[in-house]
């Protein structure tokens, strides 16, 4: 034992220092509070039936709480029988959120760095260059806490992979599934993504050197031994991707199911929407000077010394109110904010470190190693896919022609893997530094190094203007509304606009000195190594502290100890109105709420509340978004409201804000019988179909059910009835009766994979009316009909998830056992 903890003391000691780093770091993390409280007070709006009936021991996968139902896989699932769920929830349990996080993102990339065979001190570095890469910070700021832990596991998947292409087959592929897995189970599918096209770029240049060096047998056994990983981790969140697959198909990244009374695309999102976060090609220097773009959209304050404090202080304006008003005027006004890039919005820029980008130029220039091509195409593709809109050449062909990439959106997120590629080559640059024997050729190539990032930072110091304008597009809507605010005084609506374009060149000066002279200590340390002046584990502490100090202050300017909040539940903040309590005192347990003054996508507030045909979900059903856009946004379809039995319609006066409500007594109920029913051709014909109708009367349904409905000879019965019995979101229970066969329409929303009908106990089809509602052909006499939501991609993807489960944990056992009897001295 003693022996174990001498050889791996220093380890031990970067793992406490990592602790400590946290520790400082988030230090209101470890004081109960937390951050994102917005964003948890969301969540738990979208979750509300779910948590509900979690409170009651049952787990329920559909939800009628938002947009009229829709399953919750992408809301909240359990998914007991996955062995990264029971880690993910062991590490929440020791360390608060989002320490959990910090600290898998330090020691993840510390184990990468260790693979590429850095010393402690300088994976340590490594480790800290990655996690305080501004774009992870800011993510945690936004309450992103899914795409931070996915990116969490970038690192220790490349140093898995690593070690498989090495030759390290069982021990590597064992890893590589093991962190995959986890990677998987974040369910953040974009981030997974963007790291597997890095992962492809990698294989495909280790294939190439595998076939010019005739290692092409060990490299396709390395290659196998991933592949059985993939599979592996794949197996072990087979009810994840199994579910999502099949949802994902039916939301708003599917395929459209109209073609003509739409402009939605028709496969994948809209291509405004997927670019409208795309990095502007200027903003690339934001990686070496934070604030080179005014920062993120309302995070710099400025003070009575601003240029634009200035301008009122010189009409006599007091100092305090001159302060606040260009505090007030460079945080929300569009076109006059400290930010002046071309995005609606930004936490922050995608900082990598002064110092990391002068060693990444370094290690273009010094960095023999293969891994060095890799990192620049990734960089360089990153780069180009980020940029979106404002290179859409590029862009268009993966949005066109790549599978899956049209089913994101903010594209400039893609720009996390070039913050792990940046450094990564940074400190290749110094392992190489440390191995070469020609100190006369470091010193050239270090100044080479120095001159371009040296000099493109003084640039930025002395002349800033020659590479950026500091002008946003929309300065001129800005002005306007400043000579508005000013009473038409335009000549000072234009003194402020001329004053803030100074605020933001001063912003971005201080920092271009920062980072200047953050440079010039790294250049002086390394300089001081080749020289002999300090020795490789000052130098490498060095740089650890260094890289510390350069990113935290930076990240400190967007994760202020103030933003953390103490936690409250969502009752605390979140009361209900007075017609919100006259509504929940009905005890109908299903019928919908429609607050017309809601945001149709964005409703947080009522689903705490009520059963809402608004909410909140990224993965919103297609044929619901559909439905809103061609019957909600010009006029309200009272028929639509009806047939969706909207019990109570909110109206609230602009003028006084006050809210009020009224009963829609032509509301059809939870289920009920038509008279006729009309065919129609496509999803265009019903779509229009249902703009005027009587949905108590008639049905529209599409032809392709015509046989399900006919298949029995349909009667008439006035007096026949059809009532909900038993409500849970998965199991509804109906108790029909009618001297005829009769066709019932269920105002619940049509979903194909997993909905199982039964009448009386005995499986019977069913199929879609009035474009999403559920309808089935129902035989006279008195029925019991049952809906029950079983879908095989959970159930039966968590039995094949317990196999790989188990399969895991056996890999992983073996690659132990392997790695302790090669230890194992022989036995003389």
Known sequence: ??????????????????????????????????????????????QKEIMDYRAKDTTILWTNQIFGGMPAFQIWAPYPDNITTHIIAAAKAVFPNPVDTVLILLLGTYFLFTVLKLNPWLAAAGAVAFTFSSYNIILLVAG?????FAIAFFAPILASIILTLRGNYIGGGALTAFFLAMEIRANHVQMTYYLMLAIFILIGIELYHAVKGKRTAAFLKALAYMAGATLLALAVNASILWSTYDYGKETIRGKSNLTQTTNEPSNGLDREYAYQW???????????VPNAYGGGSGTERLDKNSATAKVFLSKGTPEDQAANYAQQISSS??????????????????????????????????????????????????????????????????????????????????L????????????????????????????????????????????????????LSF??????????????????????ANEVASAIVKDRISLERADAIRSLIFILVTFGLLWAFIKQKVNVTVMSIGLFAITLIDLWQVDKRYLKDEIFQDKVEASQVVAPRE???????????????FDASADFRSDTFNPFFHKSITGYSAARLKRYEELFLNQFTKSINQDVLDMLNTKYIITTDQKSGTASMHANSTACGHAWFVNSVKYVDNADEEMLAISSFDPKDEAMVDKQYKSLVEAKTLGADANATIDLVSYNPDHLVYQSSSAANRVAIFSEIYYSKGWKMLIDGVEQPYYRADYLLRAATIPLGNHKIEFIFHPASYYTGETISLIGSILLILALAGAVFNEVRKKKPAIK
Request: charged share 15%; aromatic share 16%; glycine share 8%.
């Open 144 to 148: 992103h806490s899914n795409q931070a």
């Open 278 to 288: 795309s990095q502007g090609v200027g903003e690339c220097f934001t990686f070496l």
């Open 333 to 414: 006004i569009p076109g006059m904010t400290t930010y002046w890039g071309n995005k609606p919005g930004t936490g922050g820029p995608y900082y990598f470190g002064a110092i990391i980008c002068f060693l990444f130029v370094f290690g273009l220039i010094i960095v023999r190693s293969r891994l060095k091509w890799w990192l620049l195409a990734t960089v360089l593709l990153t780069m180009f896919l980020s940029f979106g809109k404002n290179l859409p050449f590029l862009s268009d062909i993966f949005f066109n022609y790549f599978p899956l990439y049209n089913k994101f959106r903010a594209v400039e997120s893609i």
């Open 471 to 492: 002008h946003s597009a929309d300065q001129a809507t800005g002005i306007n509304y400043l000579t508005q605010v000013f009473k038409g005084d335009s000549t000072l």
């Open 416 to 467: 996390a893997v070039a913050g792990l590629c940046f450094p990564i080559l940074a400190f290749l640059a110094v392992r190489e530094l440390l191995e070469t024997k020609d100190k006369n050729v470091l010193v050239k190539k270090l100044m080479l190094a120095l001159y371009i990032t040296g000099g493109i930072a003084l640039i930025l110091v002395i002349y800033p203007e020659l590479f």
């Open 1 to 46: 034992m003693n022996n174990w903890i001498k050889r791996n003391g220093t380890h031990l000691a970067v793992i406490g220092i990592f602790l400590a780093i946290c520790f400082f770091f988030l230090t209101p993390a470890f004081q109960g509070k937390t951050l994102g409280q917005s964003d948890v007070i969301g969540a738990q709006s979208t």
């Open 579 to 593: 017609v919100d309590q006259i509504i929940m005192k009905d005890p109908d347990p299903d019928f919908r709420v």
